[in-house]
């Protein structure tokens, strides 16, 4: 994903000081927590237990910020190859708590993942799952779902639906319709219903502003074939036409060049002005300079440096002015289907 998205395998709220225990734990080995934990009370051992089992559910167990966490606190750790949070779980709480209370904890942390996020079983589903439990749902509970997932998730069961009705599914999330969590959690535990033999996760169930809805959308339909998108952007456009310019500029932000395959974005490379560039990298995120140059030439470079070397301080009205163009040039090479991404 681009650098502005924060990746999605990342979580979306501040890290808590239990979350944070919860990651160290999870690099150590099932005994040396166990030490840690002996004294410990048992309730706060069950939310520890708990978190580690959410962490692990949604896709949030990244060994790299673990063991940051783990060096922040109690230095360097040993990460257990081969990791296996149930194991680790019956073992750390039998060794702490006792067989009969972590047998208590283990039965209760399935119920209390799925209060804090019904979607969970969706989201570690294949695409061709959600697409046949989805199947004779109505389009405004696929919206929901479809919203819940990764944008790479959501265009591959998108791929999967109708014609007829992923046209209506589309239209409906591009809305920015809002529903109440109450209803979230209804349309959750009718679709999670038939996915009996998958997992479960919580999270307070946000209101997704307009704009975050609509970018949503807009990645969504980026991973997809040039014809399909179009189909799609072209039924959005029907019901809204100013929703549908927005999904279109969505996009392709600054902030999404990272993302950009390097054989597409030195095709679109060669149309920007040099000055232009210069202008536009004044001050860009590091990682967007180093992809703009190790995607032009020998020559191309050293233009860029002599306009760098000529440049007097820019104004933030020019810099922005200048990366907007470059933007708008890239908008034009995705509508032709020119670009391709690497999403995360």
Known sequence: MPAGSKKENKINMAVTTKQKAAMILMTLDSATASELLRGVKPETVRELAVEMAYLDAAGHHNVQQSLAYAKEFVGSLKVEKGFKIKDFLGQMLTNAIGQEKAKQIQNEISGLIQQRDPFIPLRSAEPATIAAVLKGEHPQAMAVVLSELTPKKSSEVLKLLETPIRQDVVGRMASGERLTPESKMRIAEMICHKLKTLKTEEGPVQQVQPEQSLRKVSIILRNLSKELRDGL????????ADAAEKVTNLMILWDDIPAITDRSLQNVLRQI????????????????????RSNISERAAQTLDEEVSLMSAPTTEAIEEAREKIVNILRQS??????????E
């Open 233 to 240: 952007l072209s039924a959005i456009k029907d019901k809204d």
């Open 273 to 292: 002005d040099s000055k232009d560039m210069a202008l536009a990298l004044t001050k860009a995120d590091e990682i967007i300079i180093k992809k703009f």
């Open 334 to 343: 995705n509508q032709a289907g020119e670009l391709a991404f690497v999403e």
